[in-house]
């Protein structure tokens, strides 16, 4: 995602040139606020796409608690009161080397954000979703804008 967003700069550098142009040079405030209502719509659902990613990655490969409740290795319960091994996402795999010395800074044991329940994350989930699809639908609204000015324009 890191790629997407150097990309997104880099056209957004180019997009307040055109703006620019648009409101100085060719007199046209008007499709450079629109054009702005698009870049800053592309801007949020560029960072929403980020949220929703660091929401789905976690749940994609299991990492909390909640999902491997009730589903052992064996086909048995796990035990809730046996320690998390570490996340899957942090690479070391390793249960005792968690409280070794010198794993400290490595993101285990009180340092590391609460994990959320289900019924969070879900939320969070569906929240990021519905502002998302807002995002886009302005988007849409602004270009359609775009379209009737540009039409009106043909007309006279």
């Known amino acids: ?30 499709l450079a606020r629109l054009l702005r ?5 592309e ?6 796409t980020l949220v929703l990613q660091a929401l789905r990655s976690p749940h994609a490969i299991g990492a909390f ?5 009730g589903d052992g290795e ?13 996340p899957r996402w942090c690479g070391c ?3 005792a080397a968690a409280d070794a010395p010198g794993h400290e800074g490595h993101g285990h044991g009180a340092a590391a954000p609460p994990e959320p329940t289900k ?8 929240e990021a979703q519905l502002e998302l699809d807002g995002r886009v639908r302005g988007i849409n609204d ?11 324009e043909e007309q006279e």
Not at 37 to 41: I, Y
């Open 1 to 30: 995602m890191s790629a997407a967003t150097a990309a997104f700069n880099a056209c957004s550098g180019q997009v307040i040139a055109v703006e620019r142009a648009l409101a100085d040079e060719q007199g046209r405030a008007d």
């Open 37 to 41: 209502r698009v870049q800053e719509g």
């Open 43 to 48: 801007r949020e659902k560029l960072r929403l």
């Open 65 to 69: 608690s909640w999902q491997r409740v």
């Open 74 to 86: 064996d086909g048995e319960d796990v035990d809730p009161l046996d320690p998390p091994a570490p």
């Open 93 to 95: 795999g390793n249960r």
């Open 119 to 126: 019924a969070e994350w879900a939320a969070a989930l569906r």
């Open 142 to 152: 602004a270009l359609e804008d775009v379209r009737y000015v540009l039409e009106d």
